[in-house]
């Protein structure tokens, strides 16, 4: 490296070189379970408590997705930054909102309209929703996951 002259790299080359590096060394296996598999593995894991390994993924799925432009992030990710996010019950909930951002990680599958199944990047569940509008006058959002009811615009818990 000292014979080469000053790179210009940003995080999200250096993301997208990595993640492309793991696409073609690993292709089809997820990038963000091998990264779980390894925190849950860390010294600080083994030796205290796994607990705060979700919260790091989300933060670093959520790092990850804003640094690289959206080209990128559908070549590595298949996950489209012009696409509204909807927060991920599951990641969200394993996380806990006090220890860092919520987790707004999940997109449907193509633009459609009423569709009524997403996906998260993450911890790649799919999450199955109601198409009605959000009783939280300040949310203008219609995505109601069926099983506990709660905007997945918002996160507010949806009331009748």
Known sequence: MYSVGKLDFDSGDLFWIILRFYKFLFPGS??????????????????????????????????????????AGLEILSFDKSRRRYLCPFCDHESGDTF???????????????QT??????????????????????????????????CLTCGEAYSD
């Open 30 to 71: 997820s990038w963000f379970s091998a990264r779980s598999n390894y925190l849950e593995n860390s010294q600080e894991a083994v030796l205290h408590s796994a607990d705060w390994v979700q919260s790091q993924l989300v933060r670093e799925a959520i790092r990850l997705i804003d640094s690289l432009n959206n080209a």
């Open 117 to 150: 199944k997403l996906k998260c990047l993450l911890c790649e569940e799919p999450i199955l929703v109601e198409r009605k509008s959000c009783t939280n006058k300040d949310c203008k959002g219609d995505v109601i996951w069926t099983e506990d009811q709660i």
């Open 100 to 114: 860092g951002p919520r987790a707004y990680l999940c997109q449907f599958a193509s633009r459609g309209k009423n």
